[in-house]
Antibody, heavy 119, light 110 residues
Framework: QVQLQESGPGLAKPSGTLSLTCAVS?????????WSWVRQPPGKGLEWIGE???????NYNPSLKSRVTISVDKSNNQFSLKLSSVTAADTAVYYC????????????WGQGTLVTVSS | EIVLTQSPGTLSLSPGERGTLSCRAS???????LAWYQQKPGQAPRLLIY???SRATGIPDRFSGSGSGTDFTLTISRLEPEDFAVYYC???????????FGPGTKVDIK
């Protein structure tokens, strides 16, 4: 059973960079899946941030594209998110999730990690 | 960008009742790429339905999905106490953003 686990600082400074990692266990990140980041501001809905394939191919949400970098580390079976120039509006629970190639849905999710943007 | 609208915003029902949740898209969605999730407080979303009508592994058969084009429905045939939660629809498209979610429907106890 694939499991995903987010990790990273729970606090980021305004104008700084938010950095998170998602460790994948119970399966290989090199399998035929896409690996995504999804966020949820407190009390609000879900927003897809972007995804990466094992080869390094990425797709981003245009609303965040200028500030987002997603990368993959196959040797450690994990992938990462960097979001730059953060503001209070980026305060959210950040989830990593898996989608199957040609699946179009997220079948496995991490538990989520809250990142607060504050000085 | 395809925008998803869910109705009602809140659905107040009693255990044992039937719940019908609606998801409407601003443009036609390929049925293969419409999914539903359940989210409880403090938890990650859980996949219920994919491909508009296929139940995910381990999902009870009281959950069913239907619809096509721009109108999709999640039906909970008989609400159990553990079904009171927020439900999101989600679509996958060919142009960015690839994945979009509806705003959610909260099912609470009447």
């Amino acid at each position: 059973q694939v499991q995903l686990q987010e990790s990273g600082p729970g606090l980021a400074k305004p104008s700084g960079t938010l950095s998170l990692t998602c460790a994948v266990s119970g399966g290989s990140i090199s399998s035929s899946n896409w690996w995504s980041w999804v966020r949820q501001p407190p009390g609000k809905g879900l927003e897809w941030i972007g995804e990466i394939y094992q080869s390094g191919i990425t797709n981003y949400n245009p609303s965040l594209k200028s500030r987002v970098t997603i990368s993959v580390d196959k040797s450690n079976n994990q992938f990462s998110l960097k979001l730059s120039s953060v503001t209070a509006a980026d305060t959210a629970v950040y989830y990593c999730a898996r989608s199957l190639v040609r699946g179009g849905y997220f079948d496995h999710w991490g538990q989520g990690t809250l990142v607060t943007v504050s000085s | 960008e395809i925008v998803l609208t869910q109705s009602p915003g809140t659905l107040s029902l009693s255990p044992g009742e039937r719940g019908t949740l609606s998801c409407r898209a601003s443009q036609s969605v390929t049925s293969s790429y419409l999914a539903w999730y359940q989210q409880k407080p403090g938890q990650a979303p859980r996949l219920l339905i994919y491909g508009a009508s296929s139940r995910a592994t381990g999902i009870p058969d009281r959950f069913s999905g239907s619809g096509s084009g721009t109108d999709f429905t999640l039906t909970i045939s008989r609400l159990e106490p553990e079904d009171f939660a927020v439900y999101y629809c989600q679509q996958y498209g060919s142009s960015p953003p690839l994945f979009t979610f509806g705003p959610g429907t909260k099912v609470d106890i009447k």
